[in-house]
């Protein structure tokens, strides 16, 4: 297979498929985007969307978020995962903001991955969407569909997005990702995809070995 040529003509099917492609998580801020990727870790944004609301409307803000008490904080995210490391995240984060960086989210990967709870998937999410600048965002759906097409033989987020760079221009990145992701959940599904419906038959590894 052409990597290149395919390239090109996953992007504009996807492109077609989803154009209006954006991160699901519901905020008002940059520092709402923030602290909602880092509540999403091993959980859905649908659960996210779900308790920020609560969240948000009593500590919208980073100083009101870094002067909270830890035990409502966790009251509030009692629903998810982990809400206990996930509580202590935020405040530090927060209180991070609040006093490093004047209580604005900063621009940068090496700033914004010294806050707890950020990655640089989270970091590129901002990146992304709160700034603007090429952003590879690898989650598990943008991994494991990576590794069907043939863009990565890895798994390791931090290889995967090195591999997307090699491969996907820069000013497509951000709406792919998150085209990526919205493909994940409507056609590739990790256990049951939907290949005998799926636009990208033509150019996917995991098809044809699939037979």
């Not at 077609?16 to 801020?29: G, I, K």
């Not at 870790?41 to 009593?58: I, W, Y």
């Not at 202590?88 to 989210?105: Q, Y």
């Amino acid at each position: 297979m052409n990597m290149r040529k395919n390239t090109s003509e996953i992007i504009r099917i996807l492109s077609e498929m989803y154009p209006e492609a954006e991160c699901s998580l519901d905020f008002e801020s940059p520092f709402q985007l923030l602290i909602a990727v880092i509540l999403s870790a091993q959980t859905t944004d649908k659960r996210v969307n779900m308790v920020t609301p609560a969240l948000f409307g009593k500590y919208p803000t980073a100083a009101e978020l870094a002067a909270a008490d830890g035990t409502d904080v966790e009251k509030i995210l009692h629903s998810l995962g982990f809400f206990r490391s996930k509580a202590a995240n935020i405040i530090a984060c927060a209180k991070a903001i609040r006093e490093r960086f004047g209580g604005e989210v900063p621009d940068n990967m090496a700033d914004l991955t010294s806050l707890a709870g950020v990655g640089r998937k989270t970091a590129n999410i901002i990146l992304g969407d709160v700034f603007g600048l090429p952003s590879y965002v690898c989650d598990t759906h943008v991994i494991r569909i990576s590794g069907r097409l043939g863009w990565t033989n890895s798994k390791n987020p931090d290889i995967v997005e090195r591999d997307l760079r090699a491969i996907i221009p820069l000013e497509h990145s951000t709406k792919m990702c998150h085209r990526i992701v919205h493909f994940g959940r409507d056609v590739c599904d990790a256990r049951r995809p939907r290949c005998e419906i799926c636009e990208l038959q033509s150019y996917c590894e995991y098809y044809f070995e699939r037979g």
